[in-house]
């Protein structure tokens, strides 16, 4: 019930408030005293690292007030929330995001004008908030802005690692990593909460409790502090402000003074160190899984820090624990936070005292799952020893889950000994595993896939048997988004000028419906003048960023054709360079007269490896190889360019997205689920050279089949050629086997490198079919270059392709999850 206000509440709303001092003398005056009160300088001693630090303090300050006011409110009205939880969050940077978000931009920019400074290079100081590995972490950034946005009451839930995605160094062509210290420089960004710490077990052992059923007390005497930051969400054009709770491993009072004062110093700090690890490094493994004991130990202590906050939270409503799934849904972002579902049931079972059914019965309504992936190599599973020793109350928890499951199954379909083995948690494996998305699978009452082919995907392979036994209706899509916020409005401000300009005013960016309205303007001569300018403008402002990475010169009239995504095999950037090898093949063919009448190409790379994934490290080193030959060659000069840009980032793809003639999407069919940089790019009026995989094939459902260049082999064809594949060697077609004769010749350096490259092809089974799709993709890259000499065609394609993208935004991702699985409502904060 409302409580009456206190004096205490009249004065927490006088500051609390939603109007934010938009007049130069305030900011300039907030700005001031973080320079001197936070950061110790004087406005004589002020360089750019400290105009950034002041600026976003004083932001901060702003957001914090309309944080408290968001969550006050929420609180106050009871509001459902969802609790998206995700082991990545890739921000990247806040401070620009924050300026528009709140409308602040130019008042800032004078403001530091005045001063002496560019916001572009003030915006330059700030470092990337890296902790996720690629598109599954950004969509989890993407998707607190989109809940922020729309008025959702809701929150993220993720880890604070120390060290966030490795820095990339090219040296010599090969990746090497660096560590990301982001956390040198204070980070305005985040808001440490001592008071929000849970304690969280390991190891142990288990006292059953006398006269329950299902109660046990886990005696350990491993237990390490969680500590929340929090990170405020800005919402675009709104008061409301989301927010990203981060846990951190606390090390303080883990100190042993007894061991310093008898001499034994490492030994004093071993227990800090042993509990700081837990959340220091970020794994680097994108679409992988190494079943590393410290990764089973940080996912654990991830979700038992959020559940004990979510139910912590939820106590405090005064509301019975049944009543849990009608407050709370909690959103798990593919299986790393799957153990969030029996530490629930832990909590519910013995710290609160509920019976089986009822805890199952709350668990199982309040948690839903989204799967990622399907490739084999991403399934989580812990091998049930390690589990055991690591986590014995939830190792035992499941196997309960699992038989109450498997009683269920054997009396829908008796007898039937193979499906009980197939669709056990359990894997009966030497030594036995956990299949972390079956345990996903039971205990949500929802899964969805992240595109419409990966969700019927799922339904056939990996969760085939889940469909039979609990029906088709738990089995859901939800496809992929991104925000409008960062991915056009922020990177591209020349084409959202443009869009703004068409629509009439700024609505757009909070409800792209309204893009819709560029379909008008498709033959209005000046309009296609100056939507190719913005995008020439965008390529300048990409070659100046690869000058300024590489040292490579390119030109902004060639055609830029883009591949930055992580370096996969399944991602095929070993095709994409292999024709680029055949192309410069062709081209030293030539006469210089032919060669001249050529479409110039900059062929632009960018991604990191997983460190330990010897394969994709080797395909950079080709890129490179090549890219060295290539440039280098007087007699191609601008007609061919190859650029690696090293340290993919959010920010890196701020510069590149908007830049991009064609960018490239050409997995084998069936594997990459979904793709988010694929509508990035055709937000920004690329066109997409790709295959029929992923939302790609939305993409082209949408803007239509003349807006995009598909090609290769279809997803229900792949089983039958890696069949073939794996009992005859690829006859390479022609073009295929000019790029590996060149190879091999030595024209890139030492050969003998890049054979295993090379054997992956003819002699491992191709199992990702480059021998079957090369010529069918060399035919798409000669449509491509037909097309774009066509420029007035070509801008057709691009104003027409912008105009319908609308389904691409992550704010219609967002509503769709509300309405159909967390049945929550946007609720604008009130005053
Ligand atoms: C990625 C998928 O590979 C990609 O296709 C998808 O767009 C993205 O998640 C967001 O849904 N790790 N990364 C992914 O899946 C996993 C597992």
């Known amino acids: 019930q409302a409580k009456t206000p206190t004096r205490e509440d009249t004065e927490f709303r006088a500051y609390s408030h939603s109007e934010i001092a938009r007049d130069a003398a305030t ?41 408290n006011l968001t969550n006050e409110f929420h609180d106050r009205i009871g509001a459902k929330r969802v609790y998206y939880m995700s082991l990545e969050f890739l921000v990247g940077r806040t401070f620009d995001n924050a300026l528009l978000a709140l409308q602040l931009r130019d008042e800032y920019a004078g403001v530091l004008g005045d001063v002496g400074f560019r916001l572009e ?8 908030a890296a902790l996720g590995n690629g598109g599954l972490g950004r969509l989890a950034a993407c998707y607190v802005d989109s809940l922020a946005c729309m008025n959702y009451p809701g929150w993220g839930y993720g880890l604070r690692y120390r060290y966030g995605m490795f820095q990339q160094q090219i040296i010599n062509g090969y990746q090497v990593e660096a560590p990301d210290c982001w956390l040198d420089t204070p980070n305005p960004w985040e808001f440490p909460r001592p008071d ?22 886990w005696v350990s005497d491993v237990v390490y502090d969680a500590m929340a930051f929090d990170m405020p969400v800005p919402g675009y054009g709104t008061t409301n402000v989301g927010n990203i709770r981060l846990w951190s491993c606390k090390t303080n009072g883990l100190f042993d003074l007894n061991k310093f004062n008898a001499g034994d110093y490492a030994g004093a700090t071993g227990g800090q160190v042993a509990a700081q690890i837990l959340t220091d490094v970020l794994y680097p493994n994108d679409n992988t899984n190494e079943g590393k004991e410290l990764r089973l130990r940080q996912e654990y202590l991830f979700c038992s820090a959020t559940l004990q906050d979510i139910v912590a939270r939820f106590k405090r409503t005064g509301r019975p624990l049944s009543e849990l799934p009608d407050m709370a849904a909690i959103q798990l972002n593919d299986t790393h936070p799957t153990l969030g579902i029996p530490e629930l049931m832990r909590i519910l079972l013995d710290d609160e005292g509920l019976e089986w059914d009822e805890a199952w019965d709350i668990t199982t309504r309040t948690f839903a799952f989204t799967n990622h992936t399907v490739l084999p190599e991403a399934m989580e599973k812990w091998p049930v020893p390690m589990m055991d020793r690591i986590l014995p109350r939830h190792m035992g928890i499941i196997y309960d889950i699992n038989l109450f499951f498997l009683q269920r199954v054997e009396k829908q379909f008796p007898d039937d000994r193979g499906l009980l083995r197939d669709i056990s948690i359990i894997e009966e494996s030497s030594p036995q595993q956990v299949r972390m998305a079956f345990l996903a699978c039971v205990g949500s009452h929802r899964v969805n896939g992240v595109a419409a082919i990966h969700s019927d995907i799922i339904k056939q392979s990996i969760f085939k048997d889940f469909v039979r036994v609990m029906g088709e209706d738990k089995f859901v899509n939800k496809t992929n988004g991104v925000a409008p916020r960062r991915w056009m409005n922020e990177c591209n401000p020349a084409m959202s000028e443009l869009i703004t300009e068409v629509v009439g005013d700024r609505s757009w960016i909070n409800d792209l419906s309204k893009v819709r309205a560029l379909e008008a303007r498709v033959d209005d001569e000046a309009f296609r003048r100056r939507w190719w300018a913005a995008k020439q403008a965008n390529k300048r ?10 040292g490579i010169r390119v030109s902004p009239d060639a055609l830029f054709d883009v591949q930055a995504k992580r370096i996969h095999e399944y991602k095929r950037q070993l095709m994409n360079i292999l024709s680029v090898i055949y192309r410069y093949h062709r081209l030293k063919e030539m006469a210089p007269a032919e060669r001249a009448r050529e479409l110039p190409r900059v062929v632009v790379f960018a991604g990191k490896a997983a460190a330990g994934y010897w394969v994709a490290k080797q395909v950079i080193k080709l890129i490179n190889a090549v890219a060295e ?3 280098a060659d007087d ?9 690696f840009v090293p340290d993919y980032s959010v ?16 997995s084998t069919a069936g594997t990459e689920a979904s793709g988010t940089s694929n509508m990035k790019f055709v937000l920004n009026g690329g066109i997409i050279l790709g295959t029929v995989d992923g939302a790609n094939i939305e993409i082209g459902e949408e803007v239509g089949e003349e807006q995009i260049f598909f090609f290769g082999c279809l997803a229900h064809e792949v089983a039958d050629f890696r069949h073939y594949l794996r009992f005859h060697q690829p006859k390479p077609d022609p073009a295929l086997q000019t790029a590996f004769d060149m190879i091999q010749r030595g024209t890139f350096g030492d050969a003998h490198i890049f054979q295993p490259l090379i054997d992956s092809i003819l002699r491992g089974g191709d199992v990702y079919l480059l021998s079957v799709d090369f010529p069918s993709y060399i035919e798409a890259h000669k449509a491509v270059e037909e097309a774009y000499r066509h420029r007035d065609d070509w801008v057709t394609k691009s104003i027409l392709s912008v105009a319908r993208m609308a389904k691409f935004s992550s704010d219609r991702a967002i509503q769709e999850y509300a309405e159909e699985i967390w049945n929550i409502e946007p609720v604008p904060v009130v005053e």
């Open 541 to 550: 402002r990409l070659a100046d960023y690869i000058l300024a990475t590489t």
């Open 27 to 67: 900011i300039k005056n907030s700005v001031v005293m973080h320079l001197t009160a936070t950061f110790l300088r004087t406005p004589a001693s002020i360089d750019s690292t400290h105009a950034y630090l002041a600026s976003a303090f004083s932001v901060r300050d702003r957001l914090l007030q309309r944080w």
């Open 121 to 128: 290079d003030v915006i330059d100081e700030e470092r990337d």
């Open 651 to 666: 920010t890196a793809a701020e510069h590149i997205v908007p830049a991009s003639d064609i960018s490239q999407h050409i």
């Open 196 to 217: 929000v710490t849970y304690p969280v077990k390991f190891y142990g052992r288990l006292e059953h409790v006398p006269g329950s059923a299902h109660r046990y007390r």
């Open 635 to 643: 007699e191609i000069g601008d007609v061919l360019k190859v650029v």
């Open 629 to 631: 030959v290539v440039n």
